[in-house]
């Protein structure tokens, strides 16, 4: 497994020039929309992402028949796609994090618990994304997979974008003495306790992921 590793930090060192480019716009959006919460989610949705197309790398030119040769079962190449999609979504977080944090100590509009508290809602996108993103790229192949995931992060922003909106405003409706209120992304979800139960979901998703990567590959010849 440890070969693997080292064969996927060199793929990742192959695609830096986009890593860079990307944390250089998250930086650029930090100060233009001062939202450290927008930096922390972009660096660590192009981390994680980046960490689960090495797998795509794997099947060009045949490369998957070559590594079968190599003293690795199919599974421990499996378990490592996910353990590199989470430790490289992680170091992006961590790397996010420090930087929002340096720019919230300079800001005097931003408290530092609640941005710390917010930001932990994306250590679940560490593991929801190589749950989803894995299995569809070990059955759909590099090309046809890029459409899938394309769509999948669509919607990841869209969901985002949504649960952001309900921070910015409340709305309620008064009828037969009761009140109801939309959501506040950051006083009922993060504060309330509910990322418990983001966790306990985002992990069942990582668990019956993987257990369909194991499947996907074991039923295809290489």
């Not at 689960?52 to 199919?74: H, I, K, Q, V």
């Not at 992006?92 to 944090?101: C, F, P, Q, R, Y």
């Not at 509009?109 to 809602?121: A, F, K, P």
Request: charge should be positive.
């Amino acid at each position: 497994m440890k070969g693997m590793i080292a064969k996927d930090l060199r793929i990742l060192a192959e695609g830096k020039s986009l890593a860079i480019l990307g944390t250089i716009c998250g930086i650029v959006c930090l100060f233009t929309m001062k939202d450290p919460g927008f930096l922390i989610g972009y660096v660590t949705l192009i981390a994680t992402s980046m960490g689960c197309m090495s797998c795509a790398y794997d099947e060009m030119n045949n490369g998957m028949a070559y590594l079968m040769t190599m003293p690795c079962s199919r599974t421990k190449y499996v378990l490592e796609k996910y353990i590199f999609a989470v430790v490289i979504g992680l170091i992006g977080w961590v790397l996010s994090m420090a930087v929002a944090s340096i720019y919230a100590v300079n800001s005097k509009e931003i408290v530092l618990t609640e941005m710390y508290s917010g930001s932990l809602v994306f250590i679940l996108l560490i593991f929801i994304i190589p749950g989803l993103m894995i299995p569809v790229v070990l059955q759909f192949g590099h090309a046809r997979s890029r459409i899938i995931i394309y769509v999948l992060i669509g919607i990841m922003f869209a969901a985002g974008s949504l649960m952001a909106l309900t921070n910015v405003a409340s709305i309620a409706v008064s009828g037969d003495g009761y009140n109801i209120n939309v959501l506040d992304y950051h006083t009922t979800i993060v504060k309330s306790g509910m990322i418990l139960g983001g966790i306990i979901i985002s992990v069942v998703i990582y668990a019956v992921s993987a257990i369909a990567s194991l499947i996907i590959i074991n039923k295809k010849e290489y």
